[in-house]
């Protein structure tokens, strides 16, 4: 257990609908971050955020949206789904700032299916 | 942009035969190396930082070396249970996050 919570595991769902994943960072961690990963892609970054703050973003559609609430657990919002959007969906933390160069914490992940 | 690439993208050995991964990265002032190892379907697990050209880390049969342009696994008498995917990573200046290679898919027959 890496102490990342990621709920659910898995998740399969219509074309055209809405999902949300859930995720607990370490305890102590303030950095999170949201991966996505497909057989051809590879981990693909999405968004970080540090401490309730959105801090960074990568290749994250505008259908797909996040946040971190107060109590440091994060949401990853995943609308209109397609079928290319199938993947693993990954949740890290970090106990470093923006800025320092710390390794992060994976999850155990959310295998969404689209069908 | 950050890159890194990862060769060969499947690696198969037999048990006791020793091998190296490949790790080339191209990055806007490195902060870091990372080396994870993937299980299929679990999420990636942290093996090794590295910092600086010339350091080098082990643990076990792994042994992480990094150079200003590259890095390299070195896995020695792998044992059937390093089969998994080994992924590089590199951190680079500013706030960047993590930017992965495609990983190096090992299986180790007995």
């Known amino acids: 257990d890496s102490g990342v919570t990621q709920t659910p595991k898995h998740l399969i769902t219509a074309t055209g609908q809405r999902v949300t994943l859930r995720c607990s960072p370490r305890s102590g961690d303030l950095s999170v971050y949201w991966y996505q990963q497909s057989l051809d892609q590879g981990l693909q970054f999405l968004i970080q955020?540090?401490?309730?703050?959105?801090?960074a973003k990568g290749n994250i559609l505008e259908r797909f949206s996040a946040q971190q609430f107060p109590d440091l657990h994060s949401e990853l919002n995943l609308s209109s789904l397609e079928l290319g959007d199938s993947a693993l969906y990954f949740c890290?933390?970090?106990?470093?700032?923006?800025?320092?160069?710390?390794?992060?914490?994976f999850g155990s992940g959310t295998r969404l299916t689209v069908v | 942009e950050d890159q890194v690439t990862q060769s060969p993208e499947a690696l198969r050995l037999q048990e006791g035969e020793s091998s190296s991964l490949n790790c080339s990265y191209t990055v806007s002032g490195l902060r870091g190396l990372f080396w994870y190892r993937q299980d299929p379907g679990k999420g990636p697990e942290f093996l090794f930082t590295?910092?600086?050209a010339g350091e080098e880390k082990e643990k076990e049969r792994l042994k992480a070396t990094l150079t200003k342009k590259e890095s390299f696994l070195h896995i020695t008498a792998p044992k059937p249970e390093d089969s998994a995917t080994y992924l590089c990573?590199?951190?680079?200046?500013?706030?960047?996050?993590?930017?992965f290679g495609k990983g190096t898919r090992l299986s180790v027959i007995a």
């Open positions: 990573a590199v951190r680079g200046s500013g706030n960047t996050p993590l930017v």
């Open positions: 955020y540090y401490n309730g703050e959105e801090r």
């Open positions: 890290a933390s970090s106990v470093a700032s923006p800025g320092q160069a710390n390794g992060y914490t």
């Open positions: 590295l910092y600086s």
